[in-house]
């Protein structure tokens, strides 16, 4: 049996949820493996959650994820973790003022304590994190402080003989307004499939300009998650095509560009599956740096997809800072399907 034969992986599952109904899966008795809510902690205190102010009108939502039963949870350093034996979810939240370092040592030592727990859980391999940061785009002596963030994360990577080059987990950086450094992850048994977008440069391979340290993820990751399904998590993907920000400044053009880099990345996945991802079939969280362009981001969704579409309907808004102080939209996602990988 191979590796990656989908009868030996236990079934992972993702739900998007609305608030209120996440909060009534937790009172019918049946808590979920994990959730990454979308809100304010005020609205979801049960959950980790990316502290962020939500733009959609359905309100704070949730991924609910769903594991095998044997659910163990645990810490390791200063990560927080539940792990199903195949299946493993993990958080961190780290004050920079109580921890009195800066954000590239905060960030190495976070990477630290995260890889530590995957050795502990057996959980080997990063699939998808998802990492906020405040002040992302603030001046930290010298140094943008997402810059100081890749410093750190990237030697983390390095100590640990981690991929931090081909084989790096898909991932997202936005920046909060308020709070900690704050990372969500995603790990299994088995070492996802990375996906490159022809249309851009590799992150891991951008060019010093952006920092003496190179972001360390892939644009997307496939893994067969169980039940004949596989799944495509795609990072945090932009107005970028080559290694440069395009449309400076113009809210639409930069969201159509990413949607066609969204479609990219999705082609590239299509042919590494036996299944066919679909751009309007995503969900998908749309990180939006000034509030008022949110309603200006649906439309252009809206026009490109269909109202009816999954992606579109299914959309979770969010006030962020992206990465590149140029960037005024940025798009993650995630979407299953009945198919596997090829070998
Ligand atoms: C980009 O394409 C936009 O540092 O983990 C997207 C996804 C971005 C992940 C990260 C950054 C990250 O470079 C920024």
Known sequence: MSARDFNGVPPLRVQRLSLSQSLALLSAGNPPFG???????????WMPTVNARVLSGAGAMADVWHASERIESGTTGVVRWRCDGHWMLGAIDLDEATEKVGLAALAQRAYRDLFESLEQTGCAHLL?????????????????????????????????????????P?????GIHQ?????????????PLPVENPRQVSAYRYPPTYGPRS???????LAEI????????ISGTASIVGHE??????????????????????????????TRFDLAALDCVVYVRHVADAPIVRRV????LGAEAHTVSHAVYLEADICRQDLLVEIEAHAVANGSLHA
């Open 179 to 191: 709070g900690a450094l704050c990372i969500r992850f995603l790990a299994g048994r088995i070492a």
């Open 245 to 274: 920000t395009v449309h400076l400044g113009d809210v639409v053009a930069q969201t159509q560009e990413t949607l066609r880099n969204l479609g990219a990345v999705i082609a590239a996945a299509n042919e590494r599956a036996t």
């Open 35 to 45: 959730a990454l809510g979308y809100g304010t902690p005020d609205d979801l205190t």
């Open 226 to 233: 169980g039940g004949g399904d596989v799944a495509l998590f």
């Open 128 to 168: 998808r994190v998802w990492n906020y940061l405040p002040q992302i785009n603030g001046d930290g002596g010298g140094l943008e402080r997402y810059r100081q963030f890749n410093l750190g994360r990237q030697q983390a990577f390095f100590d640990a003989g981690q991929a931090a080059f081909e084989g790096a």
């Open 215 to 221: 972001p360390t993820f892939s644009r997307a990751a």
């Open 301 to 304: 969704l809206e026009e490109t």
């Open 170 to 174: 898909a991932a997202c950086a936005l």
